[in-house]
């Protein structure tokens, strides 16, 4: 039985939520520390640094998709990013084998995070790190938030976020969306398309930020967090945009009849069209998409902020097809 849908599933500190159902049963692993029980506070779990740890990417269970539980950490974490930064994971089920696509950074190198997969016999992990998912993963300083869609085909591809900061035909300096064909679940065919630049002004991450890894200060915009849903043919990748760490931060959508693009955007000058902060819900984004126990309603699985803004937590909302596009219902159960 789901709570109510403005109060969080899980109440600790839970960020970039990706949630999936197997055998009828319910997970889902995000960014933030791995802590040792249910009861830890909100305010002892703001960093995303596992220092110390042996695990990173906290691991949750539920049988109904309404109540979770903590069964520890996903990823074993290698020896060689011990002291880095993890983020965003998700996985993928190729019917053997279940892979965990992460960014990771190594100590002391703050923004340069990679795109890394790692592999698992079981959903609830330990998932062991197998490397880099791209052939030369110095050529991308910066890359996070990937995302496998796999089509009807049988083909997969991964979608994620990477840095820009040339302004040619309008567009912004910042994060952007990517897509690239997977040659098998470890290895990116290095065939990367651009699927969506920002072009608006609530997509301001920072205004006049000092970028030393570029060589000079940008208004940077961030588009992040990419999810892909196919519907009548059509392919939609969610987004979210703005400044994670405020309430501008929001989800909308582009939409394309090829799955490698060209991807329209149109129609979100003025804000983000499937979510946005309201009075209940601070900077909610960074969405997945899961079936419910009916096996045909789709939840959109999310984060937002407490209301002391001290912890982004676990949500979950009925994904809505309306005339006008796909929105997230926060008014039913």
């Known amino acids: 039985m789901l709570t109510q849908l403005r109060q969080p599933v899980y109440g600790n500190y839970f960020a970039d939520p990706f949630a999936w159902k197997f055998n009828r049963e319910y997970y889902a692993v995000g960014t933030g520390p791995v802590i040792p029980s249910d009861h830890a506070r909100a305010e002892d779990m703001t960093s995303a640094k596992i220092i110390g740890q042996d695990f990173a990417f906290p691991i949750l269970h539920s049988k109904n998709l309404g109540d979770w539980k903590s069964i520890g950490g996903a990823l074993r974490v290698p020896d060689a990013l011990k002291g880095g930064e993890f983020w965003a994971p998700e996985t993928a089920y190729d019917g053997q084998f279940f892979y965990l696509y992460y960014s990771a950074n190594t100590h002391g190198s703050a923004l340069k995070h990679r795109l890394r997969v790692a592999r698992s016999k079981n959903p609830a992990g330990p998932y062991d790190d197998i490397g880099y998912l791209m052939a030369k993963p110095e050529d991308c300083s910066f890359a996070i938030d990937s995302h496998a869609f796999r089509d009807d085909d049988g083909q ?94 929001g989800v909308d959508y582009c ?30 984004g960074h969405i997945s998409i899961v079936i419910g126990p009916d096996d045909k309603t789709e939840y959109v699985a999310f984060h937002a902020w407490d209301s002391d803004m001290k912890a982004r937590q676990f949500h979950l909302a009925k994904l809505v097809w309306t005339s006008a596009g796909p929105r997230v219902d926060l008014n039913s159960d």
């Open 255 to 284: 939409v394309a009849d090829n799955v490698l693009g060209p991807y329209d955007g149109s129609g979100s000058q003025n804000g983000p069209r499937v979510m946005r902060t309201s009075p209940e819900l601070i900077g909610p």
């Open 156 to 249: 997969w591809y991964l979608f994620y976020a990477r840095d820009f900061i040339d302004t040619d035909n309008g567009y912004r300096a910042g994060t952007g969306l990517v897509v690239d064909r997977l040659i098998n679940m470890t290895k990116l065919a290095g065939e990367e398309r651009v699927v969506m630049r920002s072009q608006c002004d609530w997509q301001l991450f920072k205004g006049n930020r000092h970028m030393p890894m570029y060589g000079g200060t940008f208004d940077w915009h961030t588009l992040e967090g990419p999810c892909v849903r196919k519907r009548d043919g059509r392919y939609y990748c969610f987004y979210s945009g703005g400044c994670y760490e405020n309430d501008t931060y």
